[in-house]
């Protein structure tokens, strides 16, 4: 089933995002967490596409039996950058033959030792041209993609960042799921202008909760994204007094207000990033939907 038919307006959701486990001997803590998380009943789950070196493979693999074996629909990512048409299309087939119809569309993060040049000798250069060909030649798939509340990295400018996400839905993809962002008030204004531009198919909201401090401050740093002064300061004093304990506790903490406050805002539903963090995740949800 297409994701984009479950969403409404009437009934607002929790999804996950889970990336796969470095080597085959963590799958059962995986798949663990899996099933912890499978009880608050997420509308979707996603399953990022090659984390931490593992392969393609293990993404089909995974959110197969996640689908499955839990009974949550599952969107598998898949990157385009550095790919030809037939090897794209032979993983979307593997898909379909493994019964998940939803697919997140991406280009892919740049390698950072060349090792792709730009332009690509492929007519898949960006996450608008993985749009066109899976909706060209799998009418049937869900497809998502991503928003940027602070711009991508690699944008001119909003505006022309606003287009290529209007390109993408115009190409068919059904609805956006934001990058992560630490300011609900950049979401507004994100949405906002999405409209303005023309866009009128759902953005989910991205919500990922602090666990480290170091590991926050790298994640910005590649994505563009920014962490409020007094957030981080109320993180730094926690690392400072507590530890990395407390970093976690107030991370959730914050996290939490974020998605309240969203939802009572009226936005369709969140999507959270688990880091494949049960205890993290179920002490965020505590309490947010009826």
């Not at 967490?33 to 089909?60: I, Q, W």
């Not at 090792?115 to 749009?131: C, I, K, M, N, R």
């Not at 001119?156 to 068919?172: A, I």
Request: contains cysteine; aromatic residues 8%.
């Amino acid at each position: 089933m297409k994701i984009i038919d479950s969403i409404s307006p009437d009934k607002q959701f929790i999804s996950l995002e889970f990336f796969p486990p470095k080597t085959r001997e963590d799958w059962p803590v995986f798949f663990h967490t899996v099933e912890r998380l499978a009880r608050l009943k997420p509308l979707f789950a996603s399953v990022t596409y090659g984390a931490g070196g593992s392969t393609n493979m293990d993404t089909l693999e995974i959110v197969s039996r996640i689908q499955q074996e839990y009974g949550i629909e599952t969107m598998a990512h898949l990157t385009c950058l550095g790919s030809n048409t037939d090897e794209v299309t032979r993983f979307l087939l593997d898909l379909e033959a493994a019964g998940v119809t939803n697919v997140l569309a991406l280009r892919g993060d740049l390698p950072q030792d060349g090792s792709v040049e730009t332009p690509l000798p492929s007519p898949l250069q960006y996450a608008s041209d993985l749009v066109n060909l899976i909706r060209e030649s799998f009418p049937s798939k869900g497809i998502c993609v991503a928003g940027y509340p602070e711009v991508h990295p690699e944008a001119t400018s909003l505006e022309s960042d606003l287009s290529f996400l209007k390109l993408k839905l115009d190409n068919g993809a059904d609805f956006a799921i934001t990058q992560l962002f630490f300011d609900n008030n950049l979401y507004h204004t994100f949405v906002r202008r999405a409209r303005e531009a023309g866009i009128s198919k759902p953005i989910i909201p991205g919500i990922l909760p602090v666990v480290s401090l170091k590991v926050i401050k790298r994640i910005v740093s590649l994505c563009g994204a920014s962490i409020p002064a007094d957030f981080l300061a109320e993180l730094e004093k926690a690392d400072q007094t507590g530890g990395a304990a407390a970093v976690q506790k107030v991370g959730v903490a914050y996290a939490r207000n974020q998605a309240r406050e969203l939802l009572k805002a009226g936005v369709p539903g969140v999507h959270i990033y688990t880091l494949n963090r049960s205890e993290v995740v179920l002490d965020l949800v505590d309490g947010l939907l009826p």
